[in-house]
């Protein structure tokens, strides 16, 4: 799919989709730029599995649980709280009822060798976060040396704050 990009592109992730522009911009000629909204931006070696448990669960975690034919979902009961508590209640009930999951073998599986080490890269952190802790967002947009900003927004930010998220791409553009 990058391949088919005309011209220069930038790649975003949000949660777990940091892990997916991470391999992603790996040896693609036309990625100039990372964006991480509140994204897990893996090392080479590492997997969202290992990274979590680096700290203390983070409190929206416990609302995650596997399904018997291995994805990963977030109760529906609790996802307001858990991961867009700035949003209404309608909204957070449209969103809990068209989550995507994910696949245990995706938050079980290694990062090869990471774009950030040689793309320029931004990272949106979102203070009040209950997915992903807001420490551990500081912790990787270090390590990666991005241009972090930050927002007082829940892990849903393009939700309450989207001037915000749109001006972050922006600047990597």
């Given at each position: 799919?990058?391949?088919?990009?005309?011209?220069?592109?930038?790649?975003?992730?949000?949660?777990?989709?940091?892990?997916?522009?991470?391999?992603?911009?790996s040896?693609?000629?036309?990625?100039k730029?990372?964006?991480?909204?509140?994204?897990?931006?893996?090392?080479?070696?590492?997997?969202?599995?290992?990274?979590?448990?680096?700290?203390?669960?983070?409190?929206?975690?416990?609302?995650?649980?596997?399904?018997?034919?291995?994805?990963?979902?977030?109760?529906?009961k609790?996802?307001?709280?858990?991961?867009?508590?700035?949003?209404?209640?309608?909204?957070?009930a449209?969103?809990?009822?068209?989550?995507?999951?994910?696949?245990?073998?995706?938050?079980?599986?290694?990062?090869?060798p990471?774009?950030?080490?040689?793309?320029?890269?931004?990272?949106?952190?979102?203070?009040?976060?209950?997915?992903?802790?807001?420490?551990?967002?500081?912790?990787?947009?270090?390590?990666?040396?991005?241009?972090?900003?930050?927002?007082?927004?829940?892990?849903?930010?393009?939700?309450?704050?989207?001037?915000?998220?749109?001006?972050?791409?922006?600047l990597?553009?």
């Open positions: 799919m990058l391949g088919a990009m005309p011209g220069p592109t930038v790649l975003v992730g949000h949660s777990y989709g940091g892990a997916v522009i991470t391999g992603a911009g040896g693609a000629g036309n990625v730029a990372l964006v991480y909204v509140t994204g897990f931006g893996l090392d080479e070696g590492e997997s969202l599995e290992t990274l979590s448990k680096q700290g203390p669960p983070s409190p929206g975690s416990t609302a995650i649980a596997p399904d018997d034919k291995g994805f990963l979902w977030i109760d529906r609790r996802f307001h709280d858990a991961f867009v508590a700035d949003a209404t209640e309608i909204e957070a449209v969103m809990a009822a068209v989550q995507k999951p994910l696949g245990l073998a995706a938050f079980t599986g290694t990062s090869g990471p774009a950030w080490k040689t793309l320029p890269s931004w990272y949106l952190q979102c203070t009040d976060d209950k997915m992903i802790p807001p420490p551990a967002q500081a912790f990787m947009a270090e390590r990666m040396g991005a241009t972090m900003r930050s927002v007082a927004s829940s892990h849903a930010p393009f939700m309450a704050h989207p001037a915000e998220v749109a001006e972050t791409i922006l990597a553009c």
